[in-house]
């Protein structure tokens, strides 16, 4: 894809069609459905390793389907935070989005509000990059036995359509 890549350590990208042309996909740390329209490309899998700003290492997952000719994408990305290290999860999501939107200094329509990921409280953001993407984002952080698990869903499209945005995060499952 041609679009630029918002790095969220964890998201999903996919359009969102009728029921009928949806994917049920499950993964080690999630569920959704995806895009199963004929012009779909299978869900595609990618990790890296991640240098974390306070020290440290993470390895980031990524599922991604795009559709359109690349000019619509859902993500899911996840990461695991080391103990203490997103210990506030109001301060590490707003360090999420602000290096989200690093690099789109000329965004317009930023809209911020609180929201759900599947019950966990999230930051949710959406803005444009003008004549590029539109870009719709879900973070949200679950902490379990001292660590952190952050998770980014994301829907990046050459037209806004963010109806089909919410039905996709709205089918996403975190485990």
């Known amino acids: ?8 350590p964890a998201v999903v990208f996919l359009p969102l069609f009728a029921l009928s042309q949806t994917k ?7 569920s959704a459905d995806f895009p199963n329209p004929p012009s ?3 869900v595609k899998y990618e990790d890296q390793k991640l240098s974390l ?7 980031l997952y990524e599922y991604s389907v ?13 990461n695991d935070y080391p103990p203490n290290s997103c210990n506030d999860r109001s301060a590490c999501l707003d360090n999420v989005m602000n290096g989200a939107l690093s690099g789109h200094d000329n965004r317009t ?23 590029k993407w539109s870009y719709s984002v879900r973070d949200a952080v679950r902490y379990n036995n001292g660590t952190a698990r952050l998770y980014q869903l ?10 089909k945005a919410e039905a996709y995060f709205d089918s996403v499952k975190v485990k």
């Open 109 to 131: 329509n930023f809209k911020r509000w609180s929201c759900h990921v599947d019950n966990l409280p999230a930051n949710c953001f959406t803005f444009t990059d003008p004549g």
């Open 40 to 42: 779909a490309t299978e």
């Open 66 to 78: 795009s559709t359109d000719n690349d000019s619509v994408a859902y993500m899911f990305m996840y």
């Open 154 to 163: 994301i829907y990046v499209n050459s037209e806004p359509d963010f109806e």
């Open 53 to 59: 700003k306070g020290g440290g290492e993470s390895t």
């Open 24 to 30: 049920h996909y499950e993964a080690p740390a999630f």
């Open 1 to 8: 894809m041609k679009f630029a890549r918002v790095l969220l």
